[in-house]
């Protein structure tokens, strides 16, 4: 990859390496042959497999963890100035750049396809990637999930194009230069560090407002929330449902057809056949925890996983499911994650679950937040009407349960963006 900052960097240290965006840039180092290094807080699928490529990993975060002699610094935006590696670094006159900022090192030099949203741009940045490499464009892509073909979140191609889903927390898109925007949607989220909706649609107006006049714009004409933040930009605008098709997609939903939609409308920018580009939209089978099959379990429920963490996301994965299964009884797992996000949508997750038969709520993921006693999964599980819905104290409990009620053609469904996916895994 040209780049000052990374063609000189032969040894780089990883702060969050576990990070489904962060592990990328990981791996693109381990593939040119650089020394990598890393840590973060708890082990997972992600760090064993940079493990197994090379990389060095801690788990947990210590001043002790720099190697000697570092050239570079990669951090997640989720870390504090405080963190001990980051002020080990910056004490021995490390070069510093965060995630968002690598990403930039990266786009600057690619011709840029940026997929960003509040919700389904995993899912529309892996079909893109899979349109334009089956068209034999060979591109490289950044994606926050891992893809069914590569078992990866990087392709490391060697053409000129970069597919990067473009993450709006922390305004990190902003650091992306695109010459295909995609904006699947806008919505409320990231509350912690957004004041509101407005403020949200301000992220999304500069992130449009980056992209030059030679280059595109591809959103939904109805969405207002994402038409009123594109109105006066230089870009060319292109929207998504003049590509509508009857699609036959493996993965269910309407949100999936308007993720495909705006897949379609990136193959036409590039001038990809329309017919390969369908073809490789109906192939697509979905993303790692993006309503993905784990497998049936000895009593012959069906098990699913799934990342959302937003109620639009909910709402939208249990009304795709309950279409898919007609007649099934849909048991959700849910954990929500972050303790902010749960009490500012409190009133709106508790709308999220109309299409499941049963929710069985576990203890909020706090992530990167302090605990909160004001807010609790008894507290969302209470707010629930007309709907079964019950709050366990850890997955020992909710395993326990569910081992006793679950029942042959049942589907359950873990929901959320922590650890859930470990019940389903358990059941199995």
Same mark, same amino acid.
């Given at each position: 990859?040209?780049?000052?900052?990374?063609?000189?960097?032969?040894?780089?240290?990883?702060?969050?390496?576990?990070?489904?965006?962060?592990?990328?840039?990981?791996?693109?180092?381990?593939?040119?042959?650089?020394?990598?290094?890393?840590?973060?807080?708890?082990?997972?699928?992600?760090?064993?497999?940079?493990?197994?490529?090379?990389?060095? *990993?801690?788990?947990?975060?210590?001043?002790?963890?720099?190697?000697?002699?570092? $050239?570079?610094?990669?951090?997640?935006?989720?870390?504090?100035?405080?963190?001990?590696?980051?002020?080990?670094?910056?004490?021995?006159n490390i070069k510093c750049i965060t995630y968002p900022q690598a990403l930039n090192e990266i786009s600057k030099e690619k011709y840029t396809i940026a997929v960003s949203g509040?919700?389904?741009?995993?899912?529309?940045?892996?079909?893109?990637?899979?349109?334009?490499?089956?068209?034999?464009?060979?591109?490289?892509?950044?994606?926050?999930?891992?893809?069914?073909?590569? =078992?990866?979140?990087?392709?490391?191609?060697?053409?000129?194009? #970069?597919?990067? &889903?473009?993450?709006?927390?922390?305004?990190?898109?902003?650091?992306? &230069?695109?010459?295909?925007?995609?904006?699947?949607? *806008?919505?409320?989220?990231?509350?912690?560090?957004?004041?509101?909706?407005?403020?949200?649609?301000?992220? /999304?107006?500069?992130?449009?407002?980056?992209?030059?006049?030679?280059?595109?714009?591809?959103?939904?004409?109805?969405?207002?929330?994402?038409?009123?933040? *594109?109105?006066?930009?230089?870009?060319?605008?292109?929207?998504?449902?003049?590509?509508?098709? $009857? #699609?036959?997609?493996?993965?269910?939903?309407?949100?999936?057809?308007?993720?495909?939609?705006?897949? #379609?409308?990136?193959?036409?920018?590039?001038?990809?056949?329309?017919?390969?580009?369908?073809?490789?939209?109906?192939?697509?089978?979905?993303?790692?925890?993006?309503? &993905?099959?784990?497998?049936?379990?000895?009593?012959?429920?069906?098990?699913?996983?799934?990342?959302?963490?937003?109620?639009?996301? *909910?709402?939208?994965?249990? =009304?795709?499911?309950?279409?898919?299964?007609?007649?099934?009884?849909?048991?959700?797992?849910?954990?929500?994650?972050?303790?902010?996000?749960?009490?500012?949508?409190?009133?709106?997750?508790?709308?999220?679950? =109309?299409?499941?038969?049963?929710?069985? /709520?576990?203890?909020?993921?706090?992530?990167?937040?302090?605990?909160?006693?004001?807010?609790?999964?008894?507290?969302?599980?209470?707010?629930?009407?007309?709907?079964?819905?019950?709050?366990?104290? $850890? /997955?020992?409990?909710?395993? =326990?349960?569910?081992?006793?009620?679950?029942?042959?053609?049942?589907?359950?469904?873990?929901?959320?963006?922590? $650890?859930?996916?470990?019940?389903?895994?358990?059941?199995?």
């Amino acid at each position: 990859m040209k780049s000052k900052i990374f063609d000189s960097a032969k040894k780089v240290h990883f702060i969050g390496i576990g990070g489904i965006g962060i592990s990328a840039i990981a791996k693109m180092f381990l593939l040119e042959g650089k020394k990598v290094s890393g840590s973060d807080m708890s082990d997972s699928k992600i760090v064993e497999e940079l493990k197994k490529a090379g990389a060095e *990993i801690n788990i947990g975060h210590s001043a002790k963890n720099l190697p000697k002699d570092l $050239d570079l610094v990669v951090y997640t935006i989720a870390i504090t100035d405080e963190n001990s590696e980051l002020k080990e670094a910056k004490k021995r006159n490390i070069k510093c750049i965060t995630y968002p900022q690598a990403l930039n090192e990266i786009s600057k030099e690619k011709y840029t396809i940026a997929v960003s949203g509040t919700h389904g741009k995993t899912t529309t940045t892996a079909m893109i990637a899979k349109i334009m490499i089956d068209a034999g464009l060979d591109p490289t892509v950044i994606v926050g999930s891992l893809l069914k073909d590569t =078992k990866s979140n990087f392709v490391a191609g060697k053409s000129k194009y #970069l597919v990067v &889903e473009a993450c709006e927390y922390r305004k990190s898109f902003l650091n992306i &230069e695109p010459d295909i925007a995609v904006i699947t949607n *806008i919505d409320n989220d990231h509350l912690d560090f957004y004041k509101d909706i407005a403020d949200i649609q301000n992220a /999304f107006g500069e992130f449009a407002d980056k992209v030059t006049e030679k280059g595109y714009i591809v959103c939904d004409e109805k969405d207002k929330l994402v038409t009123d933040v *594109i109105k006066n930009i230089k870009a060319k605008i292109v929207f998504s449902n003049q590509f509508k098709s $009857d #699609l036959k997609l493996k993965i269910p939903g309407e949100h999936n057809k308007r993720n495909a939609e705006k897949a #379609l409308a990136v193959a036409h920018l590039l001038e990809i056949d329309k017919k390969k580009a369908i073809k490789s939209l109906e192939e697509f089978s979905g993303t790692w925890r993006r309503f &993905e099959f784990k497998g049936e379990t000895n009593c012959g429920a069906l098990v699913y996983d799934d990342y959302g963490h937003h109620p639009t996301e *909910i709402k939208a994965t249990l =009304k795709g499911a309950k279409e898919f299964f007609d007649g099934k009884k849909i048991i959700a797992v849910f954990q929500p994650h972050l303790f902010s996000r749960t009490k500012l949508l409190l009133n709106d997750f508790a709308q999220a679950f =109309k299409d499941a038969d049963e929710i069985i /709520f576990a203890p909020i993921y706090p992530a990167r937040e302090p605990f909160d006693a004001t807010i609790s999964s008894d507290i969302l599980a209470s707010k629930i009407k007309n709907t079964k819905a019950i709050s366990l104290k $850890d /997955f020992e409990e909710i395993n =326990k349960y569910i081992v006793e009620n679950l029942k042959k053609g049942d589907v359950l469904i873990t929901i959320g963006a922590g $650890d859930v996916y470990k019940i389903g895994e358990n059941m199995l």
